[in-house]
C-alpha cells in the first residue's frame, strides 16, 4: 500500500467529489461485506460513519465471513460507472450502488481482536 494517512471518512462521505481520482487509505472495521463475490465493503470508522469500497474489476475480494474484523484497504475516489448502476442483481445478491466508492486497489485484514 503507498498511502500512509487513512483518510477521514465523514470527509470522503461529506464531499466525494472533492476526492475524486484521489487514491486514498479506509482504516476502519468491516460493517457488512458482499455475500456474493465478496468484491465490496462498507469500512466503518471509530465515530460510526461508514463509505462502501468495492472491487470494480474484481480483483481484490473478501473473506465473506470477514465482519468485524479491522481493514486498512486502499483504492481510488471514484464516481460509480453508470455500466455498474445498470448492472441486474444475482438472485438473493444485490450490491449497494452509491454514486461515489473507492475502487480497491489493496486490502489488509486484521483478525478481530
Same mark, same amino acid.
Given at each position: 500500500?503507498?498511502?500512509r ?8 462521505v461529506s464531499? +466525494?467529489?472533492?476526492?475524486? !481520482?484521489k487514491?486514498?487509505? /479506509?482504516d *476502519? @472495521? &468491516?460493517?457488512?461485506?458482499? %455475500?456474493?463475490?465478496?468484491?465490496w465493503?462498507e ?5 460510526g ?7 470494480l ?5 473478501? +473473506?465473506k465471513?470477514?465482519k !468485524?474484523?479491522?481493514?486498512? /484497504?486502499? *483504492? @481510488? &475516489?471514484?464516481?460509480l460507472? %453508470? ?8 438472485e ?16 489488509q485484514?486484521?483478525?478481530a481482536k
Open positions: 500500500m503507498h498511502a494517512t487513512p483518510v477521514d471518512i465523514n470527509l470522503l464531499a +466525494p467529489e472533492k476526492l475524486k !481520482g487514491t486514498v487509505l /479506509l *476502519g @472495521v &468491516v460493517k457488512d461485506v458482499c %455475500q456474493g463475490a465478496g468484491c465493503v469500512v466503518v470508522d471509530a465515530k460513519v461508514s463509505f462502501i469500497a468495492r472491487s474489476d474484481e480483483s481484490v475480494l473478501l +473473506p465471513d470477514c !468485524g474484523q479491522r481493514i486498512r /484497504l486502499e *483504492g @481510488v &475516489v471514484t464516481a460507472p %453508470q455500466k455498474v448502476k445498470d448492472e441486474k442483481p444475482e438473493g445478491h444485490a450490491c449497494p450502488k452509491p454514486e461515489f466508492v473507492v475502487a480497491t486497489k489493496g486490502v485484514l486484521f483478525a
